[in-house]
């Protein structure tokens, strides 16, 4: 079964604003992270990673913060684009080896 | 695309006839996956490579299996294809240090008729 999961499969957001995409996880071994974005007929593409030994990590207009207390994973992007509009899943190492497991992704919308 | 080349991208197969996909990469890299993806279910590990001749079973390997007997590539075989394998199948590999962060190929929808 599935350890990962997110709380919106769908999101819905004006052109500039900041997304926020949370994901939920349960394995609280899990100690790396992942944020993967994937546009329609194309494989997923990685964003953003952070390890259980940080709370915060940022990219380029994305963040990704972990909160290992409740168990959360969010991935905020700013000034949100048109290009943006994608499925964003996000995922975790919950065994400690090179496997992720998955969640079921939320798609995000970009209006004009 | 990290160098990785799927085939064939679209298939269309009758219920009991054996498939194979194809996973290529020009990279040399050690660990190779297949992942199925459907609605609802984000991606699921169908089976992965940790080396030449060297795999293992993922949360849904039943009615796949894989070889690999070169390390740029990386099979999966449906031996007698279901409805229920109807899907979007994706390869992906991991690079040398960067371990758990995998890089996917562009995919293979398999429709099971």
């Known amino acids: 079964g599935e350890s990962v999961g997110l709380h919106l499969p769908t999101l819905s957001v004006q052109e500039g604003d900041n997304s926020i995409i949370n994901c939920a996880y349960s394995n609280s071994a899990s100690d790396y992270f992942i944020w993967y974005k994937q546009e329609s007929g194309k494989g997923p593409q990685f964003i953003i990673d952070?390890?259980?030994?940080?709370d915060k990590r940022q990219g380029q207009r994305v963040t990704v913060l972990l909160n290992k207390t409740v168990k959360h994973l969010s991935l905020q992007i700013a000034a949100t684009q048109p290009g943006d509009s994608a499925v964003y899943f996000c995922a975790e190492n919950p065994t400690g080896d090179y496997k992720l497991s998955f969640g079921a992704g939320t798609t995000v919308t970009v209006r004009a | 695309d990290a160098g990785i080349t799927q085939s064939p991208r679209h298939k269309v197969t009758e219920t009991g006839t054996p498939v194979t996909l194809r996973c290529h990469q020009t990279e040399n890299h050690r660990y190779m996956y297949w992942y199925r993806q459907d609605p609802g279910h984000g991606l699921r590990l169908i089976h992965y490579?940790?080396?030449?001749?060297?795999?293992d079973k993922g949360e849904v390997s039943d009615g796949y299996s894989v070889s690999r007997s070169k390390t740029e590539d990386f099979l999966l075989t449906l031996e007698s294809a279901t409805s229920s394998q109807t899907s979007v199948y994706f390869c992906?590999?991991?690079?040398?240090?960067?371990?758990?962060?995998?890089?996917f190929g562009s995919g293979t929808q398999l429709s099971v008729l």
């Open positions: 952070i390890r259980s030994n940080m």
């Open positions: 992906a590999i991991s690079t040398e240090g960067e371990g758990e962060k995998l890089f």
């Open positions: 490579s940790y080396g030449v001749k060297d795999t």
